[in-house]
């Protein structure tokens, strides 16, 4: 069974850091193209980044300050999130499908996806 699960959610103050995890488990996440949205309330779920074996790309909201890389052998991506402000707060979702490349925005591509882990922007 193909299962994605983020965790790493969590209250942070403007500037701060934090670092999102993605977990697979049904697949190998080597062949796959992995990807982080995000939706605020009341907005469209937007596309963060993504890595697959064509390499990482960002929206260019998050580039310099986030950055994703990934562990084989653990089967997890990573969400580094730097440099935070209150605009990044938003429920964050990890999603993959097989494939060499990937998209950050056409979402319809990813075939799993996780539950979503919130994370808050705030002092």
């Known amino acids: 069974q193909v299962q994605l699960v983020e965790s790493g959610g969590d209250l942070v103050q403007p500037g701060g850091s934090l670092r999102l995890t993605c977990t697979a488990s049904g697949f190998a996440t080597e062949h796959y193209a992995i990807a982080w949205f995000r939706q605020a309330p009341g907005r469209e779920r937007e596309g963060v980044g993504c890595i697959s074996d064509s390499g990482t790309f960002y929206a260019d909201s998050v580039t310099g300050r986030f950055s994703i890389s990934r562990d084989i052998a653990k089967s997890a991506v990573y969400l580094q999130m730097n440099s935070l402000r209150p605009e990044d707060t938003a429920v964050y979702y990890c999603?993959?499908?097989?494939?060499?490349?990937?998209?950050?925005?056409?979402?319809?591509?990813?075939?799993?996806w996780g539950q979503g882990t919130p994370v808050t922007v705030s002092s």
């Open positions: 999603a993959g499908s097989p494939g060499y490349g990937c998209s950050v925005s056409a979402d319809v591509i990813y075939r799993f």
